[in-house]
């Protein structure tokens, strides 16, 4: 089952763990700050699974808003779903709302290597 690529966090120590393993592994970060009474977030989450299962070199997070009122806070997140891309601890993206297209697209987009050398691409001229 594709469900199970994505870790939910039901603690602030959990979500502290997965944070710095990530930031030490420097791997890109997707978390899914969402609501168990949220309607959009229950559409958007089986794609949330599937991106996890194609993407493994990502993290893929869940986070409930009101199990962990006081992360979501600090990450201040305001509306379900909020999808932040955290790269070493930093935000580097944000999609907020069930944006089935832009999701994958930054998922995409923010997993590609940032240091491919310049040059690689004229060698072939």
């Known amino acids: 089952m594709a469900e199970e690529k994505v870790i939910a966090c039901h603690s602030v120590a959990a979500w502290t763990e997965h944070l710095e393993k990530s930031n030490v592994d420097k791997k890109l970060i997707v978390v899914d700050f969402t609501a168990t009474w949220c309607g959009p977030c229950r559409f958007i989450a089986p794609i949330f699974a599937e991106l996890a299962r194609k993407n493994p070199e990502v993290t893929f997070l869940k986070v409930d808003v009101d199990e962990l009122k006081t992360v979501s ?53």
């Open 73 to 125: 806070e600090e990450w201040g997140v305001e509306a379900m779903p909020t999808f932040l891309f955290l790269k070493e601890g930093k935000v580097v993206d944000k999609v907020v709302g069930a944006k089935k297209e832009e999701l994958q697209l930054k998922v995409v987009k923010h997993a590609a290597p940032a240091d491919v050398p310049a040059d690689v691409a004229t060698a072939s001229a």
